[in-house]
């Protein structure tokens, strides 16, 4: 069992940067991916970005990318997505989720059983 606790959401200003972490406790986190997730009201979850079991490779949602980047310390079991240039778009509840590791990184939100309680982020413009 993994649990996980995202801190580090908050109001910013469109053109900011927040920077949020992913707390995990319980068994280890060196064998699993993780990923981040965002929703919006009204809107369904989506993918953010995912990085696998030993930091070696990432996935980037295109509306992210190069602005967003994700990075993990397994030894400290904490997982990060630093995010530049914020858009009002990218106001959402922000989830940190787990799975174990396999082949290649997974974007669909159904595939990780681990999830934690989310923080918001709001862009304002």
């Known amino acids: 069992q993994v649990q996980l606790a995202e801190s580090g959401g908050g109001l910013v200003q469109a053109g900011g940067s927040l920077r949020l972490s992913c707390a995990a406790s319980?068994?280890?986190?060196?064998?699993?991916?993780m990923g981040w997730f965002r929703q919006a009201p009204g809107k369904e979850r989506e993918f953010v970005a995912a990085i696998n079991w030993i930091g070696g490779s990432t996935l980037y949602a295109d509306s992210v990318k190069g602005r967003f980047t994700i990075s993990r310390d397994n030894a400290k079991k904490m997982v990060y997505l630093q995010m530049y240039s914020l858009k009002p778009e990218d106001t959402a509840v922000y989830y940190c989720a787990a799975r174990r590791h396999t082949l290649g990184l997974v974007t669909n939100h159904n595939n990780y059983p681990y999830w934690g309680q989310g923080t918001q982020v709001t862009v304002s413009s």
């Open positions: 319980g068994r280890t986190l060196s064998n699993h991916d």
